[in-house]
């Protein structure tokens, strides 16, 4: 060999030592803000290693445990104010006694404190299986949730865009207690389907669920004023054995007058209540009160947004007045639209997978990894 013939290859080498070990840069994780905490004034905040900033990321001089206050706006760490308060820890920061992944951050809000944690989407998902439903499941019902989740979530924070949080960890959103919850099996689904979300025409599809849908899943122009060509309802009766596939409620008139009156609806003296029309699904949608103002008809939704939605489990119900009491019977748990979590269970169960399972809830969609593979 001579030294022209080596040095390409010497070249090569050269450069080879000289660049970093990857030249590839790490791509950042797909990240979620969620409010696990809204409107309260006190909160404690403990855990091991924790590193205690403000937003600036300069560190604050207070030494845990935290007791944080807040109101009108500002903030007091362990009796001293603080404009805000950013916290990590090497595992997990525990706030109120529940552990959370990632960033805490405590804003000061007009009423109380807004506490929001940022994470990993992916490290949500694994902690949410088990608020949403439960690890137990068979695992086909586990990765339909994970895509589930996982596209509603990146579809919220679409939507939400430069507002402080994107996700609500309540039912007004998906339901979220932080990582205390998590276990192999969850994180095992959720890495399965790692990265995959329902499209459809190449777009996030709009993916809501609901626990039981009685029987028929709802159209979602019927609950919000949207609609989607694979929102509008199908046949599900998987879910008829389930323990939430029916339900019942008795309230005094008296209590469903106060409850009506809190959600702004006056029905004073109310008398008497009946079921008003019914959808092609089978789900109320509207309720007749009769009171002294008379007879009116009030929209499904807001009578069970009015009296509760874990007392009135879903629209779909007969009404039955005796003396002074209505007793309420009726089909399914939650709104109905998208998935139907209690029918995902049974069709894991009778071996269909997760992909069949998305595809009967939501037709139409395409199943897709994302371009970064989170
Ligand atoms: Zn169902």
Same mark, same amino acid.
């Given at each position: 060999?001579?030294?022209?013939?080596?040095?390409?290859?010497?070249? #090569?080498?050269?450069?080879?030592?000289?660049?970093?070990?990857?030249?590839?840069?790490?791509?950042?994780?797909?990240?979620?803000?969620?409010?696990?905490?809204?409107?309260?004034?006190?909160?404690?905040?403990? %855990?091991?290693?924790?590193?205690?900033?403000?937003?600036?990321?300069?560190?604050? /001089?207070?030494?845990?445990?935290?007791?944080?206050?807040?109101?009108?706006?500002?903030?007091?760490?362990?009796?001293?104010?603080?404009?805000?308060?950013?916290?990590?820890?090497?595992?997990?920061? $525990?706030?109120?006694?529940?552990?959370?992944?990632?960033?805490?951050?405590?804003?000061?809000?007009? /009423?109380?404190?807004?506490?929001?944690?940022?994470?990993?989407?992916?490290?949500?998902?694994?902690?949410?299986?088990?608020?949403?439903?439960?690890?137990?499941?068979?695992?086909?019902?586990?990765?339909?949730?994970?895509?589930?989740?996982?596209?509603?979530?990146?579809?919220?924070?679409?939507?939400?865009? +430069?507002?402080?949080? *994107?996700?609500?960890?309540?039912?007004?959103?998906?339901?979220?207690?932080?990582?205390?919850?998590?276990?192999? /099996?969850?994180?095992? +689904?959720?890495?399965?389907?790692?990265?995959?979300?329902?499209?459809?025409?190449?777009?996030?599809?709009?993916?809501?669920?609901?626990?039981?849908?009685?029987?028929?899943?709802?159209?979602?122009?019927?609950?919000?004023?949207?609609?989607?060509?694979?929102?509008?309802?199908?046949?599900?009766?998987?879910?008829?054995?389930?323990?939430?596939?029916?339900?019942?409620?008795?309230?005094?008139?008296?209590? $469903?007058?106060?409850?009506?009156?809190?959600?702004?609806?006056?029905?004073?003296?109310? /008398?008497?209540?009946?079921? %008003?029309?019914?959808? %092609?699904?089978?789900?109320?949608?509207?309720?007749?009160?009769?009171?002294?103002?008379?007879?009116?008809?009030?929209?499904?939704?807001?009578?069970?947004?009015?009296?509760?939605?874990? #007392?009135?489990?879903?629209?779909?119900?007969?009404?039955?007045?005796?003396?002074?009491?209505?007793?309420?019977? +009726?089909?399914?748990?939650? *709104? %109905?639209?998208?998935?139907?979590?209690?029918?995902?269970?049974?069709?894991?169960?009778?071996?269909?997978?997760?992909?069949?399972?998305?595809?009967?809830?939501?037709?139409?969609?395409?199943?897709?990894?994302?371009?970064?593979?989170?």
């Amino acid at each position: 060999m001579t030294t022209k013939a080596l040095t390409p290859f010497f070249i #090569v080498l050269l450069l080879m030592a000289l660049l970093p070990a990857s030249s590839t840069p790490a791509v950042r994780p797909e990240m979620i803000r969620v409010a696990v905490l809204k409107g309260i004034d006190q909160l404690k905040i403990d %855990g091991s290693g924790l590193l205690i900033m403000d937003r600036q990321r300069e560190p604050l /001089r207070v030494t845990p445990p935290l007791t944080v206050k807040g109101e009108r706006k500002r903030l007091w760490v362990n009796g001293r104010e603080a404009a805000s308060l950013l916290i990590t820890a090497s595992t997990m920061v $525990i706030v109120n006694g529940k552990g959370y992944r990632g960033v805490i951050e405590v804003i000061p809000a007009e /009423r109380g404190v807004l506490v929001v944690d940022e994470l990993p989407l992916e490290e949500y998902l694994i902690g949410l299986i088990n608020c949403e439903i439960s690890s137990l499941w068979p695992l086909e019902a586990i990765k339909a949730q994970a895509v589930v989740a996982r596209t509603f979530a990146l579809y919220q924070k679409e939507s939400r865009k +430069g507002a402080l949080y *994107h996700l609500e960890a309540t039912i007004l959103d998906q339901v979220y207690d932080g990582c205390s919850v998590e276990d192999a /099996r969850a994180a095992f +689904g959720v890495r399965e389907t790692a990265g995959e979300v329902l499209t459809f025409n190449g777009d996030l599809a709009q993916t809501f669920f609901h626990a039981n849908c009685g029987g028929h899943t709802e159209a979602v122009e019927q609950v919000w004023s949207v609609r989607r060509p694979y929102l509008t309802g199908v046949t599900c009766r998987y879910c008829l054995d389930a323990p939430t596939a029916a339900w019942e409620s008795t309230l005094s008139l008296a209590k $469903i007058e106060g409850l009506l009156k809190g959600a702004g609806v006056a029905a004073p003296a109310l /008398r008497d209540l009946s079921a %008003g029309t019914r959808n %092609g699904s089978g789900r109320l949608l509207t309720v007749r009160l009769t009171s002294a103002k008379g007879v009116r008809e009030l929209a499904a939704t807001s009578f069970r947004k009015a009296l509760g939605s874990t #007392v009135i489990r879903s629209t779909n119900f007969e009404i039955a007045v005796s003396g002074e009491s209505a007793r309420f019977t +009726g089909s399914g748990f939650g *709104h %109905g639209v998208g998935l139907c979590q209690w029918g995902a269970r049974s069709r894991a169960a009778d071996g269909f997978s997760y992909r069949e399972i998305l595809t009967y809830y939501y037709p139409g969609t395409v199943l897709r990894k994302m371009a970064n593979g989170v």
